[in-house]
């Protein structure tokens, strides 16, 4: 049974937690402040803190960073007020915790939430994932030059100071330029401060991690290196995509916590290229459009999918959760286990028509019944990005 710790100021609210969970597979605790949660978490093992904004003598946002640094393993979800939702939203980007709640919440719905991201948690903890992580060489590591910008964009520092960092790195301003660049942003500039700016600090956070990733590919053969090179392709395209569904057919901007989504959703296979290189070969040339999809030959070779493996990348990274489950279920947009389902489906879309773009046979299995579902005409979409410049 997995036990809830609860901390909210209000008797009420901590009394009507505690009922939407009597009739269920948690075992809830309660505390009225920051400080009696942490002594709690001395004495009681917990799976998941759930904790308000505004609570007494510390509020939610020190009590979890707290919780983030003397117990990492604990599931941390901060609840607020729909005022307060950009806070929020801010936590989540800080990876001061992974998820958040808005008061006031339906009790079935909260229950169905809570055990979503309990499947989740559990798949990215599967012993058949953890086993290929414990015996694969090494995961990518991020440099120090590398952390040093990451630190900086965590803790929301000048964008000329960021800039300037990046100048030192030939490597990261290259691709920053490139991006910028690029017939879908059109920025045409070479100036790594007005590319930063134009890209925002959460495309550039993802773009540090897939270049220190890319980094590490340098020994491999030609042939390899040329798989990793379309993968990155594919990767810009399908964040342009995804970007560009939200933009024109969805009539929004994509949330900062999501936005490059579609740039990471496929770092798992590279992962499993880094590590099982000759494997993956092996993998691909199994693989056939019409009798043998990608995640089956994946499976049968690595007891895991490269989704899997992606997830727990972007988990052990600590990156939003958004882009962790876009990593986790882009093949299998209808799990039961999703909860940005309208971010997983577009990304869906958004990786299949990347892979048509860029003129590469699609090897897992497409569901177009999410243009139904996203309300989008299917010949509509395809007319649009027929019409348009991609690379």
Known sequence: ???????????????????????????????????????????????????????????????????????????RIIMVNYADESSALKAIQQNIAKYYILKPWNEDNLREYIGQIVTTEVSLKSKELLYLIKNIDKLPTIETSYQKVLHMIEKDSDFGFISAEIEKDFSISSKLLQIANSAYYGLRTGSVRNATVYLGLSNLKSLIYSTAILNSFDSLSEQDQQRVKHLWTHALLTNKLLHFIYEEFLCRKLSEDAYSAGLLHNIGTLILIYNRVEDYAGVMKQVNPQLCNLLDAEQAAFSVTHQEAGGYLASFWKLPFPIVEAALYHHRPFDSGVMNKELVYAVHLAQHYAWQLTKQPAVTEFYSDIFTILNISKDDFEAAVNWRTWV
């Not at 510390?58 to 393993?73: Q, V, Y």
């Open 1 to 75: 049974m997995k036990r809830i710790l609860i901390i909210d100021q209000s008797k009420d609210i901590l009394h009507l937690l505690k009922k939407t969970f009597h009739h269920s597979d948690y075992h809830v605790v309660t505390a009225d402040s920051g400080l009696s949660a942490l002594e709690i978490l001395k004495i009681v093992d917990v799976d998941i803190v759930i904790s308000d904004l505004r609570i007494p003598l510390m509020d939610g946002f020190e009590l979890l960073s707290e919780i983030r640094e003397n117990h990492p393993d604990v599931i």
